[in-house]
């Protein structure tokens, strides 16, 4: 008998995570569907259900510290004890460094890197005492800087440190942790840059495109394929590794 796995997936009602979501449903496993409003989760854990998945809609801000706890012990309640994460959830407060606020600052790191160490510490407990784990957590090629994301740029390069001390922290347990950089992915944040920019979404993904070597701009399902690999069973001697999913070489 083949025993269902528990994945949770944070920032999950709506672009790369709702793909990720969807996709390890595919594969087999149950997944927690993790967002700040837990009614937003809801079409997600319909999509999933409807294709014979199994998914749980939780509500929870991931910088908080007795909501992610609460969100966890639900989690392996209803849905089952989890060993696969994803560290998905992000904001982004754009600006240059010298109109930035400390509280644009403070929002960024808070969701990015507060949220993963929380959450990861949550969930960890669980994978050590399965013996087996795979943490993902989303970075960025924003981590290699960008103009106009200072806090992004330093919570998505924070996180790749994050994820290569949970390797060596957590490997001996059978627990791998792997960060995934992606490029340009046509989401509604990109599609809220173009509207900052005063460019239409078409325009600014063509603007984009002429950049990147593929020639094409990624989509959430691009990235949903590469932690559907570190997910799997087979990826367990890959780990503290950070792949850039950006149609061509980054760092």
């Not at 400390?102 to 510490?121: E, I, M, Y």
């Not at 950089?181 to 990109?190: D, R």
Request: hydrophobic share 50%; charged share 20%; proline share 2%.
């Amino acid at each position: 008998m083949t025993v269902t796995r528990t994945a949770v997936v944070t920032g999950a009602a709506r672009g790369i995570g709702a793909a990720v979501a969807k996709r390890l449903a595919r594969d087999g496993f149950a997944v927690a569907v993790v967002d700040l409003d837990e009614a937003a989760c809801k079409p997600v854990v319909g999509e999933i259900e409807s294709g014979g998945g199994r998914a749980l809609a939780v509500g929870a801000d991931v910088a908080d510290e007795q909501a992610v706890q609460a969100a966890v012990d639900r989690i392996a309640g209803e849905l089952g004890e989890p060993t696969v994460l994803v560290n998905n959830a992000g904001i982004t407060r754009d600006n240059l460094l010298f109109k930035m606020t400390a509280d644009d600052w403070d929002a960024v790191l808070n969701v990015h890197l507060r949220g993963s160490f929380l959450v990861t510490r949550a969930v960890q407990g669980y994978m050590t005492k399965a013996g087996w784990g795979r943490i993902v957590n989303l970075s960025s090629t924003s981590a290699l800087g960008n103009r106009g994301q200072a806090n992004y740029a330093a919570a998505k390069a924070g996180l790749q440190g994050f994820t290569k001390t949970l390797a060596l922290e957590l490997g001996k347990f059978g627990v791998t942790a792997n960060a995934i950089a992606p490029g340009f992915i046509e989401t509604e944040m990109t599609a809220a840059t173009a509207a900052r920019v005063g460019m239409s979404f078409e325009d600014f993904k063509n603007a984009a495109a002429a950049q990147i070597p593929v020639a094409r701009t990624g989509t959430p399902e691009d990235i949903a394929h590469a932690v559907s690999f570190f997910a799997s069973e087979g990826a367990g001697f890959v780990s503290g590794q950070v792949l850039y999913v950006a149609g061509g070489p980054k760092a």
